[in-house]
């Protein structure tokens, strides 16, 4: 035994989300500037695990680690993350995924991302975020269904609507797709997975609006119209946390001009007093310092 470290990113919600197949599935938009970041100590002496109060779920995933390997004793548990709560930005996601991989380097205890997929939607829908790169994945059953890659370099600028929302309680809610929504999520699913192939950002885009416009029927977004109107002038696209509170644009960072396109979005967003977040992909060449979050 010895103190084991486990991490996992958070998301900007997701580049798509609806039902394929009749299988329900998202399409991650991981962020690796969000991050949760998970310590074990290992302690034979407690019988149980500590961790503060508000990490029930991370809790609930490292008992089950225990269980599922007869691990021999307790131990504590503590969690860093700058990942916001309630948002669809998969901070709940991200601490089960950060604790399971803690425990297992404490115990050295070889993983799979199935594991991980199996234990964390034990214990609530989960955002495929211990896979690497953008899959496809079945966030209520656990099952990756796809994995595509990383994407082409690309900026993100956006906004909190405020409030928050319980995955939980809105996965149980019924939807009411409509056949037309599922087309749209077919194509939606095959344009993303051919952006990536062919690093085409444009198809990219067109599917992450398209599916923010269908989830506006589910969970309305304030300003939706507004951002959509600059994602036109930024030649991009709009993405959305399905079921949370962010709402942005999603660009290309290396077209032109594009820092002066970004002036205006910046400027809405402290118009509306709202808390903006800006993120910019580590391969820019455009030195956008300020883009970081907040």
Do not use: W
């Amino acid at each position: 035994m010895q103190i084991g470290y486990g991490s996992c990113n958070g998301t900007f919600g997701e580049l798509a989300q609806g039902v394929l197949n009749h299988q329900p599935f998202l399409i991650t938009l991981p962020v690796p500037l969000l991050c949760s970041k998970a310590f074990f100590i290992p302690d034979s002496t407690k019988g149980i695990i500590m961790t503060h109060p508000s990490q029930t779920k991370a809790l609930m995933a490292c008992e089950k680690m225990f269980e599922l390997f007869n691990l021999p004793a307790g131990g504590n548990l503590h969690i860093h993350s700058n990942i916001p709560k309630g948002k669809g930005m998969a901070s709940s996601s991200a601490d089960i995924v950060a604790a399971i991989r803690a425990v297992a380097n404490s115990f050295s205890i070889p993983l799979n991302d199935k594991i991980i997929s199996n234990i964390a939607t034990e214990i609530e829908p989960t955002d495929g975020v211990m896979y690497q790169g953008v899959v496809a994945y079945d966030y209520i059953n656990g099952q990756l269904i796809d994995s595509f890659g990383d994407l082409p370099p690309y900026g993100i600028i956006g906004m909190d609507i405020g409030g928050g929302i319980d995955t939980i309680q809105f996965n149980k809610r019924g939807k009411s797709y409509t056949k037309h929504d599922y087309k749209i999520f077919s194509h939606a699913f095959y344009l993303i997975k051919e952006g990536v192939v062919k690093r085409d950002l444009t198809m990219i885009f067109k599917a992450s609006t398209m599916s923010a416009k269908v989830n506006e029927k589910i969970l309305p977004k304030r300003y939706f119209k507004e951002i959509e109107e600059l994602a036109d002038i930024c030649e991009g696209g709009i993405v959305v946390a399905h079921s949370g509170t962010m709402l942005g644009i999603l660009y290309d960072s290396t077209q032109s001009n594009i820092e002066k396109k970004l002036l205006q979005i910046k400027e809405f967003i402290h118009q509306t007093n709202t808390t903006p977040f800006y993120y910019c992909h580590k391969n820019l060449s455009l030195g956008l310092k300020n883009l970081t979050f907040s």
